[in-house]
């Protein structure tokens, strides 16, 4: 298969966007895609529906395409769009993975399998086979935290090798592996943070995989910019300190739902989690009030960037 080079190399800040709801558990079509529009508008780099932030375990088939097709079809190639495809069948993921590029996607996130704990020649395996079934670049998922596989970089290493594979999130708390994957990987694979977007920025990642940017898709944004494009390191700690309230709000075990909450309190009807994830409890709810009334935060779709 001819692999087609994606017509500029991903970097910056993307957005790992939630999925809104009705309270029937059904896809909100319109406000998926006014988030989207939103998104862009307020000057983020990409977009990936679809990935642990967007509940793409706790979705029917019919609604994983549903998103993606929205998402991709509202982005009409301002930013890239890479969807999430990553389930437990290497064979799922490969006609996931097909779709989403008949689609349109840019790309594609692909977390490894989190059940069966692959071995290393598996895991290898499995991202070969996805790779020689599309022509768009894999974004390797590591998030050892969820999947039950740590990707390590003497491993990424190895899965760099394959054509394709070009480009990871990396979302352990471990900032030197950006690092060691840019070492060992040179022009193979191209890091993204997944958690420490600024520290990863500085340590030489080219993107930020970011929840935070769901609710504040600017700052986040220009976070990359003051550092990768600007050299402006100082100034953007001062940015990434400023918001750092945000960014430790939708991070841990209530990432979905404090998002969810955000959004819902900045006039944007993202729902609620679906289940087993629950509501946030209402002191935590009301501590999301505070924050979107403290920072000034605002669903406007009136406002452009």
């Known amino acids: 298969?001819?692999?087609?080079?994606?017509?500029?190399?991903?970097?910056?800040?993307?957005?790992?966007?939630?999925?809104?709801?009705d309270a029937d558990g059904a896809v909100n079509t319109k406000a998926l895609a006014d988030l989207t529009e939103w998104q862009i508008r307020q000057g983020i780099h990409g977009l990936i529906p679809l990935g642990s932030t967007g509940e793409f375990?706790?979705?029917?088939d019919d609604q994983l395409h549903q998103v993606a097709?929205?998402?991709?079809?509202?982005?009409?190639?301002?930013?890239?769009?890479?969807?999430g495809t990553g389930a437990e069948d290497t064979r799922q993921v490969v006609r996931l993975s097909r779709r989403a590029e008949k689609l349109g996607a840019d790309g594609v996130m692909i977390?490894?399998?989190?059940?069966?704990?692959?071995?290393?020649?598996?895991?290898?395996?499995?991202?070969?086979?996805?790779?020689?079934?599309?022509?768009?670049?894999?974004?390797?998922?590591?998030?050892?935290?969820?999947?039950?596989?740590?990707l390590k970089p003497?491993?990424?290493?190895?899965?760099?090798?394959?054509?394709?594979?070009?480009?990871?999130k990396e979302s352990t708390l471990e900032v030197t592996r950006v690092r060691d994957i840019i070492r060992l990987c040179g022009d193979n694979m191209?890091?993204?943070?997944?958690i420490l977007g600024f520290e990863s920025f500085v340590d030489g990642a080219q993107g930020w995989v970011a929840v935070a940017s769901n609710?504040?898709?600017?700052?986040?944004?220009?976070?990359?910019?003051?550092?990768?494009?600007?050299?402006?390191?100082?100034?953007?700690?001062?940015?990434?300190?400023?918001?750092?309230?945000i960014i430790e709000?939708?991070?841990?075990?209530?990432?979905?739902?404090?998002?969810?909450?955000?959004?819902?309190?900045?006039?944007?009807?993202?729902?609620?989690?679906?289940?087993?994830?629950?509501?946030?409890?209402?002191?935590?709810?009301?501590?999301?009030?505070?924050?979107?009334?403290h920072f000034g935060l605002k669903f406007d779709l009136g406002t452009e960037a």
């Open 215 to 245: 609710v504040a898709p600017g700052p986040m944004a220009r976070l990359f910019e003051l550092v990768a494009d600007e050299g402006k390191v100082f100034e953007a700690r001062d940015l990434y300190l400023h918001w750092l309230p």
């Open 69 to 83: 097709d929205i998402v991709i079809q509202q982005a009409a190639g301002r930013v890239p769009v890479l969807i």
């Open 190 to 194: 191209t890091v993204f943070g997944g």
């Open 111 to 150: 977390i490894p399998p989190f059940y069966s704990t692959p071995t290393d020649d598996e895991l290898v395996q499995h991202y070969r086979a996805v790779a020689e079934a599309i022509t768009i670049p894999i974004m390797v998922y590591n998030n050892p935290a969820t999947s039950n596989v740590d």
């Open 57 to 60: 375990l706790s979705q029917s």
């Open 1 to 21: 298969m001819t692999r087609i080079k994606s017509k500029k190399p991903f970097r910056g800040t993307y957005t790992v966007m939630i999925t809104p709801f």
């Open 249 to 293: 709000a939708v991070f841990g075990q209530y990432y979905v739902g404090g998002t969810k909450a955000l959004l819902n309190h900045m006039g944007f009807p993202a729902g609620i989690p679906q289940p087993p994830r629950l509501p946030l409890p209402a002191e935590r709810d009301a501590r999301m009030a505070a924050l979107v009334k």
């Open 154 to 168: 003497e491993l990424v290493a190895r899965i760099a090798e394959i054509k394709g594979c070009d480009y990871i």
